[in-house]
């Protein structure tokens, strides 16, 4: 069964640091791995998906890596904003077509 | 319509009654999908539709869960005698098709359901 990790639990950044969140997954056998926000009494904003042929993605301040041999994932958010404030969610999708999550990484920017 | 949409967005219900949540996925997209968010759980997948069919019901808890697709559209899933461990928010999400590994889901904002 694929288990999938998120560490640290909770972050919190002053206003401009740069953000790096990590995902580890066990089984390295995955189509893709999606990378979500979700914000406090809402559902999930699809941010990245990679695909498992794929080292990285890339959308305005947002990176996120991944290697699939070592069963690693991380986004990294750049020059970060309290509008950035959030619980971030990974999600693997193994040789189907259901996503298995992490429990997510709550961030919190301080101005 | 623009994204996936959920309805209710709130419920509270009593303990033994049935409830019926309703999922609108994203106009063309033929894979649907239910999971459950609760405390101390984080997400959990439910069901998947592709078309009409559910070729995998193997999330449903339990016998009380059920879930229809009809249209290839919309999706209902039933709880049928509430318990209060149904308490959670029940999100739903579409993508082009299951199968492929461009499948990219889009969730909806979720039904947060109450059982007192």
């Known amino acids: 069964k694929q288990e999938v990790t998120q560490i640290p639990a909770a972050l919190s950044v002053p206003e401009g640091e740069n953000l790096v969140l990590n995902c580890s997954f066990t089984d390295s056998a995955i189509y893709n791995l999606q990378w979500f926000r979700q914000d406090p009494g809402k559902g999930l904003t699809s941010l990245l998906l990679i695909q498992s042929s794929q080292r990285e993605q890339t959308s305005g301040r947002l990176n996120a890596s991944l290697d699939k041999s070592s069963g690693r994932s991380t986004l990294y958010i750049a020059a970060s904003q309290p509008g950035d404030s959030a619980t971030y969610l990974c999600a693997v999708r193994p040789d189907d077509y259901k996503l298995s999550f992490g429990a997510g990484t709550t961030v919190t920017v301080r101005a | 319509g623009a994204g996936v949409s959920q309805s209710p967005s709130n419920k509270v219900t009593e303990k033994g009654k049935d409830v019926e949540l309703r999922c609108d996925p994203i106009?063309?997209?033929?894979?649907l999908y239910w999971y459950r968010q609760s405390l101390g759980q984080g997400l959990e997948f439910l069901i998947y539709?592709?078309?009409?069919?559910?070729?995998?019901k193997s999330g449903l808890p339990s016998d009380r869960f059920s879930a229809e697709r009809t249209g290839g559209s919309v999706s209902t899933l039933t709880i049928q005698r509430t318990q209060q461990e149904d308490s959670a928010v029940y999100l739903c999400?579409?993508?082009?098709?299951?199968?492929?590994?461009?499948?990219?889901?889009?969730f909806g904002p979720g039904t947060r359901l109450t059982v007192l």
């Open positions: 999400a579409s993508s082009r098709q299951g199968l492929s590994s461009y499948n990219e889901q889009f």
């Open positions: 106009s063309g997209h033929t894979a």
């Open positions: 539709f592709q078309g009409n069919s559910a070729p995998d």
